[in-house]
Structure formats: structure tokens, C-alpha cells
């Protein structure tokens, strides 16, 4: 396993977001959903693409804090512009399970 010192670890900002909506993406290459992202008044409302079809219906996610990296660059997965990378673990059956913080926090909150 590779080390990193603390200062690579700051230049990643992971913040907490609640999705406000979530729509299927039948376009995607892989089962997928397309979520909009609340993370507060200073980062707005952003865009990501989650493989998270297996562990999550639509009607699962509306409401449902999550983490992600909000710094990365712009990605285009197939027509959908994907503006931050929604974080997970895999499951024993290898599908994505969300990171969500277990207490309401603000959004926008910053991994510490």
C-alpha cells in the first residue's frame, strides 16, 4: 500500500450532500442512476452518475445524505456531465454501498 502525507489527504475535499433527486440513467453502460446533489449555498447543487442500481431504488436515495469528492475534474460518462464523484464501498456481492454519515450534519460539511 502506497503512504500519502496529510497534505495530499486536504486536497481532497469530500463534502456531504443530500441527494434531491435521483432518475434513472438507461443510457449508462453500466446500471446507473443520475443524482442531483444539495452540498449547501457555498457549493450548490452538483451532478454525479452512481452505480448503485443493486443496493438502492430511486425511491430509496431522494433525501439520503451522502459523501463525495467535490474537486475532481468535470467527467462525461455517456450524454451526462458528472461534476463530483459520489462515494462507496462494495458490498460481499461487489455492488456499491453509499458512504452516509450516520447523524444529520450540515450540508456541505467537510470530511475531516
Known amino acids: 500500500m502506497n ?3 496529510y497534505d495530499d489527504f486536504l486536497n481532497v475535499d469530500i463534502r456531504v450532500g443530500r441527494i434531491i433527486e435521483a432518475t434513472a440513467f438507461p443510457e449508462a453502460r453500466n446500471p446507473s442512476y443520475k443524482l442531483k446533489i444539495d452540498f449547501g449555498e457555498v457549493i450548490g447543487v452538483k451532478k454525479s452518475s452512481a452505480q448503485i442500481t443493486q443496493n438502492y ?4 436515495l431522494e433525501d439520503k445524505l451522502i459523501a463525495a469528492v467535490v474537486n475532481f475534474p468535470l467527467k462525461q460518462i455517456g450524454p451526462f456531465m458528472s461534476e463530483v464523484l459520489t462515494l462507496g464501498f462494495t458490498d460481499e456481492n461487489n455492488h456499491v454501498v453509499l458512504v452516509s454519515p450516520d447523524k444529520k450534519v450540515p450540508l456541505g460539511g467537510k470530511l475531516l
Open 3 to 5: 503512504t500519502i502525507n
Open 57 to 60: 431504488a430511486l425511491s430509496d
